[in-house]
Every structure is written in C-alpha cells, then in structure tokens.
C-alpha cells in the first residue's frame, strides 16, 4: 500500500516552520495508522504545474564543535544557531533524481519557510518540468536526461568531465561515479 502527504502550496508559503513540522508529523502518524506502515517523518509531497515532487524538510541539528557545525559556521557565520538550519530537498516523483537542493536558516520559529527559498524551490520545480536542472555541483542549467549523473546529482558536462566544479582537473564527476562500487 502507498501514501503521500500533499501540501497545499499556500500551507508551503504563510504557515509558520514550527507548525508546519507539527503538521506533517501529525499527519504521517496518520498515514501510518491507514497503511499499517512507518514513513520518514519529513517527507511529502507537493504538485507543481501538474506534476508530483517528493520533498523533504529537516532541521540541520548538529553538535558544537564538529566538522558539520564548523561547516555551518563557514557558511552562516560565526553566531549561527545550527538549531536553525534545515535543509529543504526535492526530487523528482519516481525520487531518483534531486532537481533542489537548499540550506537556509531562519531567524524565528514563527516565521514560514522563507519566501527567497520558495521562490528557488519553485524555479527549480518549473526548470524540471521543461527538462532541465540545475547541476547538482556549478548550479548551471543542463539537462535532466543527461547521463551525468551520480545517485540522484546531475551533472552539467563541464563539471562531469572536470572542467569546472568540485573535481575540476581531477577528471570530474565522471571519475568519482566510476570508481563507485554501489556496495
């Protein structure tokens, strides 16, 4: 049996993060008492210009002191509250390929996810429907059938092959996927 937890976009735009991490627990204990199975407590979907998205929203809790607190500090500032930092994610609907990816902090516990995110999210959500992504290393338009793809990142050719990106001169992302065992 399968079940899905769909999100109104306006609940996305105007409820506060902390109710709207309340609801979606709320709501997946009910799913698992329908279905008789346990789902990830942060994922739901959302439909976008008609199509379907899994997304997932996650507090990027960590402890002082270590490397992803360190990381979180680079990124946010010294004074960062990692308690909160989430992280919003989106996939496509057969969930094999990211088409968003984004950590954000927010300032109040009242306040909705922000609205700049949103609007990425959004974007991002719109590219996919006309075949394109943004490539999961530079952030520059390719396209979602492309096979540069490692797990669920795809990759535009230059940072595959190395050009430009995380492994530029190291052979790409290409290399890092061949020498992947999948084990």
């Known amino acids: 049996m399968y079940g899905a937890i769909i999100v109104d976009r306006q609940d996305l735009l105007s409820t506060p993060i902390v109710d709207f991490e309340r609801k979606l627990k709320e709501k997946m204990v009910a799913l698992k008492v329908i279905t008789g199975y346990g789902f990830d407590d942060s994922n739901w979907m959302l439909v976008h210009e008609l199509k379907?998205?899994?997304l997932s929203l996650r507090r990027e809790r960590c402890s002082l002191h270590t490397p992803r607190h360190k990381e979180l500090k680079g990124i946010?500032?010294?004074n960062v509250d990692t308690n909160k930092?989430?992280?919003l994610v989106a996939w496509a609907d057969d969930g094999s390929q990211s088409v968003f990816h984004r950590l954000f902090t927010i300032s109040d516990y009242k306040e909705?996810?922000?609205l700049e995110v949103l609007n990425e999210l959004f974007g991002s959500l719109r590219l996919c429907g006309k075949g394109l992504v943004k490539c999961s290393d530079c952030g520059k338009e390719c396209n979602a059938k492309s096979g540069n793809r490692y797990f669920a990142g795809t990759y535009?050719?230059?940072?595959?092959?190395g050009r430009t990106g995380k492994y530029?001169?190291?052979k790409g992302w290409q290399e890092v996927e061949r020498r992947e065992t999948y084990n």
């Not at 535009?156 to 092959?161: A, G, S």
């Open 168 to 170: 530029q001169g190291k």
């Open 156 to 161: 535009c050719d230059d940072c595959w092959l």
């Open 85 to 87: 930092c989430y992280v």
């Open 76 to 78: 946010f500032g010294a």
């Open 52 to 54: 379907f998205y899994a």
């Open 112 to 114: 909705p996810i922000p």
